[in-house]
T-cell receptor, first 113, second 109 residues
Framework: DADVTQTPRNRITKTGKRIMLECSQT?????MYWYRQDPGLGLRLIYY???????NKGEISDGYSVSRQAQAKFSLSLESAIPNQTALYFC????????????FGEGSRLTVL | EDQVTQSPEALRLQEGESSSLNCSYT??????LFWYRQDPGKGPEFLFT???AGEEKEKERLKATLTKKESFLHITAPKPEDSATYLC??????????FGAGTILRVKS
C-alpha cells in the first residue's frame, strides 16, 4: 500500500459543484501539503499544515479550503469549482523539520466542465 | 521574486547518449536545492538535496551539481527506464519549496 493515498484519483465535475479531495498518510509525518500541477507551470503550493491545529495558506489558496481531521488526514475542498481549477492535485508529507524532502501521493486529476 | 527555470523543456536521447539538464534559480538566501523524478501518472519522487556551491550527489547514472546560480543533473549512459520528468525545487530558510516546470526526458533504445 502507498504511504500517501489520495482519493479520488480521477474526478470530472461541473462548474459550481463542491468537490473534496482526500489524503491520508501512514508515514507518521506531522507536515502535510496540497500542491497543484499545471503543464508548464510546475507545482504550486495551495495549503500546508504543520500539525492538526496549524493551517497555512500557500501561494494560490483562493478558491480552496482545507481541513486537517487528524495527523494522518488532510483534505482539500473546492467550494464552487470553476474550469480553471482543472489540474492535477498532489498531497505530500514531510518530516517534522524544515526539509525539502517531500513524499507525494499519486495525484488526483480533476476536470471541471 | 524567487524563480526557478529548467531547461530544456524536453530532451530526447538515444540509449547511452549522456547529457545534462539545467536548473537556474534566482533566490536570495538559498537553503537547499532539490531534484525530483516524476513518472507518468505518479507523484514526484525525491532524488537529491544540494546545500552549497560545489556540492555533488550521485545515484546510479545520475549526478547532481550545484553552483551559486544553477544546478545540473548529469545523466551518464542513460537507459530507457530513466525516461521521466525531472523537477528542480529551491528552498529559502523558513520558506516552502519553489518548483521549476520540469524537463521531460525520453530515452530511446
Amino acid at each position: 500500500d502507498a504511504d500517501v493515498t489520495q482519493t479520488p484519483r480521477n474526478r470530472i465535475t461541473k462548474t459550481g459543484k463542491r468537490i473534496m479531495l482526500e489524503c491520508s498518510q501512514t508515514k507518521g509525518h506531522d507536515r502535510m501539503y496540497w500542491y497543484r500541477q499545471d503543464p508548464g507551470l510546475g507545482l504550486r503550493l495551495i495549503y500546508y499544515s504543520f500539525d492538526v491545529k496549524d493551517i497555512n495558506k500557500g501561494e494560490i489558496s483562493d478558491g480552496y479550503s482545507v481541513s486537517r481531521q487528524a495527523q494522518a488526514k488532510f483534505s482539500l475542498s473546492l467550494e464552487s469549482a470553476i474550469p480553471n481549477q482543472t489540474a492535477l492535485y498532489f498531497c505530500a508529507t514531510s518530516e517534522n523539520r524544515d526539509t525539502g524532502e517531500l513524499f507525494f501521493g499519486e495525484g488526483s486529476r480533476l476536470t471541471v466542465l | 521574486e524567487d524563480q526557478v527555470t529548467q531547461s530544456p523543456e524536453a530532451l530526447r536521447l538515444q540509449e547511452g547518449e549522456s547529457s545534462s539538464l539545467n536548473c537556474s534559480y534566482t533566490v536570495s538566501g538559498l537553503r537547499g536545492l532539490f531534484w525530483y523524478r516524476q513518472d507518468p501518472g505518479k507523484g514526484p519522487e525525491f532524488l537529491f538535496t544540494l546545500y552549497s556551491a560545489g556540492e555533488e550527489k550521485e545515484k546510479e547514472r545520475l549526478k547532481a551539481t550545484l553552483t551559486k546560480k544553477e544546478s545540473f543533473l548529469h545523466i551518464t549512459a542513460p537507459k530507457p527506464e530513466d525516461s521521466a520528468t525531472y523537477l528542480c525545487a529551491v528552498q529559502k530558510y523558513g520558506n516552502k519549496l519553489v518548483f521549476g516546470a520540469g524537463t521531460i526526458l525520453r530515452v530511446k533504445s
